[in-house]
Structures are given as structure tokens and as C-alpha cells.
């Protein structure tokens, strides 16, 4: 019904960059709320960042100031800007996304597949 593609993880630096990408496709009416979740090994998921239809984002405390969140709606893609990046944002980093087929459907919510992001010297 609905996929998301995430690009843009690798293996950086500290105090490197990353752009994450995250297209959606498929059967897509409207696309509310999108964000970027982590998890690292032995950790619970977290939300890294999120953006609403209307671009008002929120982020966590251990990256505000670091990372930004921006979307295109034209492309349905997010982005995630990682700057400034410390071991312990080493991750698999998943792309959510709230998605409306229809009209009279209602949101569901899909998950990306995961790309590893590891910050190393």
C-alpha cells in the first residue's frame, strides 16, 4: 500500500554530517506527522524528530541545536540534517510517517526500513 525508502546513513567522523532521506510512495491521499526514530543496541526507540503537515517540528533534547527535521511535500520526502554527530548518536535510524489513502480512510501509520548510522574515530 505504502512505502517508505530511506537513503543518506553511513559510517562518519565525530563532528561529521549526514543528510537522511526518506521517500514515501504508493497509495497516498494525504501524509500528516513525519519523524525520524532511533535505536541504538540495548536501548528502547526513541524520537529523534518530528514535523507536522504545517512544519512545526520538535526534536530531542540530546540533539536539539544539531540536528534539523525539513520535508518536501511535493516529493512526500524527509529529511533529516545531522550535524555536529557524536558516537552516541550511533543508531539505526527509522523513517515514520502518518499516511491517509483516501479521503474516507483514516491515517495509518508506516515505518521505514532502517539505515545504520555509526559515528566513529
Known amino acids: 500500500q505504502v512505502q517508505l525508502v530511506e537513503s543518506g546513513g553511513g559510517l562518519v567522523q565525530p563532528g561529521g554530517s549526514l543528510r537522511l532521506s526518506c521517500a514515501a510512495s504508493?497509495?497516498?491521499?494525504?501524509?500528516?506527522?513525519m519523524g525520524w526514530y532511533r535505536q541504538a543496541p540495548g536501548k528502547q526507540r526513541e524520537l529523534v524528530a518530528g514535523?507536522?503537515?504545517?512544519?512545526?517540528?520538535n526534536y530531542a533534547d540530546s540533539v536539539k541545536g544539531r540536528f534539523t527535521i525539513s520535508r518536501d511535500n511535493a516529493k512526500n520526502t524527509v529529511y533529516l540534517q545531522s550535524n555536529s554527530l557524536k558516537p552516541e548518536d550511533t543508531a539505526v535510524y527509522y523513517c515514520?510517517?502518518?499516511?491517509?489513502?483516501?479521503?474516507?480512510?483514516?491515517?495509518?501509520?508506516?515505518w521505514g526500513q532502517g539505515t545504520q548510522v555509526t559515528v566513529s574515530s
Open positions: 514535523i507536522t503537515s504545517g512544519d512545526s517540528t
Open positions: 504508493g497509495n497516498i491521499f494525504k501524509i500528516s506527522t
Open positions: 515514520n510517517a502518518q499516511v491517509q489513502s483516501a479521503y474516507y480512510s483514516p491515517y495509518r501509520d508506516y
